[in-house]
């Protein structure tokens, strides 16, 4: 069993613990559940810089720890004070070391939209990560049927967040409403053997809609890259370890903002 499918397997354990926990009605009860969201997409409207989403990720299956001196509000502050567009929060506990609280604290001082990033598959998780503060969250259609995809998608709508779709292959097109889901992530990571090819964003760029936001994801760590990315068409990068790595945070925010302006 790969990692991927050990994953969700424990996502689905963790879905069925949710149902014996809560109600869909105790999680609108919750603090966050009434607040409004704030969207990412009315911020790419009309913009000609690309917009970055700043990750916050302790570690992953294939790189294992990556950041030791790691403090999710220290690293969300510097991220709020260098004007990121959007900040991604990793919640998986097993295998990226992230946590619903690290969402939950960050949400409580949030000034730009917080993305839930996980592998949803259950409508549970969809309204957990409304009543913790999410914004976006993220879809993978590598996981996810056709049906899912939309199930959840109306879910995230219903609960008023925004979804970020993402896909790896030229096969998960056709599982895709372009009307539905407006705002596509392509993830240059291989989900099965975490190989990295921003290839996979130039080639699936032209085979999207004009309609949609794109938004390109992992092994973005050079100006050539973004420079790439930005004659693909690309709206928003996901960036993590290239930001985790940094001794300085701060100083690698604003270089990166340097290179995605127009």
């Not at 302790?58 to 950041?67: D, E, L, N, Q």
Request: with cysteine; glycine share 4%.
């Amino acid at each position: 069993m790969n990692i991927l499918n050990q994953i969700i397997e424990i996502k689905k354990e963790e879905a069925a613990k949710l149902k014996k926990t809560f109600t869909l009605n105790s999680f609108r009860e919750m603090e966050f559940f009434s607040k409004a969201t704030l969207s990412f997409m009315e911020s790419l409207k009309n913009r000609k810089d690309i917009a970055i989403i700043a990750e916050i990720k302790k570690a992953s299956p294939s790189k294992g720890v990556i950041r030791e001196d790691f403090s999710h509000i220290g690293i969300a502050d510097i991220y709020l004070n260098t004007g990121v567009d959007a900040i991604s929060i990793l919640t998986d506990e097993k295998f990226f070391k992230g946590s619903k609280e690290f969402l939950l604290d960050i949400a409580k001082h949030k000034q730009v939209p917080l993305l839930r990033n996980d592998f949803i598959i259950d409508e549970y998780q969809v309204f957990e990560s409304k009543a913790n503060g999410a914004d976006i969250i993220l879809l993978i259609s590598e996981v996810l049927s056709q049906g899912q995809i939309i199930e959840l998608t109306h879910a995230a709508f219903e609960c008023g967040m925004e979804v970020l779709l993402e896909l790896h292959t030229v096969d998960q097109l056709q599982k895709i409403n372009f009307s539905l889901n407006k705002l596509i992530g392509v993830n240059n990571r291989n989900l099965i053997d975490f190989s990295i090819n921003l290839e996979t964003t130039e080639i699936l760029s032209q085979k999207l809609p004009d309609s949609i936001y794109l938004v390109s994801e992992s092994g973005i760590n050079s100006k050539f890259a973004v420079s790439r990315l930005k004659k693909a068409g690309t709206n928003a990068i996901l960036v993590g370890e290239y930001l985790m790595q940094a001794n300085d945070v701060k100083s690698r925010i604003q270089e990166l903002k340097e290179w995605c302006k127009a």
